[in-house]
């Protein structure tokens, strides 16, 4: 993968400090970096997976909906974070490494660095009930 900008390493250090479990993507949608938090949802600790391109992750972590439906990929909060450069929010379930089925809420954010530079996306996400 391409070497990173400042705001984007800044982001990874950021969230490697947060109790609140995180994912970084770049503007192609590789995997950038996931925190501590977000391997206890994701199954599998980041230093044992590392960066992984769009294709690879987007099919390792399966997104569904409550009937167990795959998402289609123009529904994902973080694809519309990519895709149109804008917040987006979601209920949803996701099956990580692990293969257990956790029902999560996310929040996706577009990253937009000095002079509007897009530098990809952020999504914040935590366990809940049911």
């Known amino acids: 993968m391409s070497q990173q900008e400042i705001e ?21 949608g590789n995997l950038l970096y996931y925190n501590e938090p977000a391997e206890l949802i994701l ?26 439906n795959l998402l289609p990929p123009e529904e994902l909060p973080l694809s519309i ?10 209920r949803l379930y996701l099956i990580g490494f692990d293969n257990r089925r956790r029902f999560i809420e996310t929040t996706c954010l577009p990253l937009i660095g000095q002079a509007g530079r897009f530098l990809g996306a952020i999504a914040f996400f935590w366990e809940l009930d049911g």
Not at 10 to 27: E, K, M, N
Not at 43 to 68: C, H, K, P, Q, Y
Not at 81 to 90: D, F
């Open 81 to 90: 974070a990519l895709a149109e450069q804008r917040p987006a929010h979601k």
């Open 8 to 28: 984007t390493i800044l982001s990874r250090h950021w969230t490697s400090h947060l109790q609140t479990p995180a994912f970084l993507i770049d503007p192609e």
């Open 43 to 68: 199954g599998r600790r980041f230093a044992e997976t590392g960066e992984m391109s769009a294709s690879e992750w987007t099919v390792t972590f399966l997104i569904t909906d409550e009937n167990n």
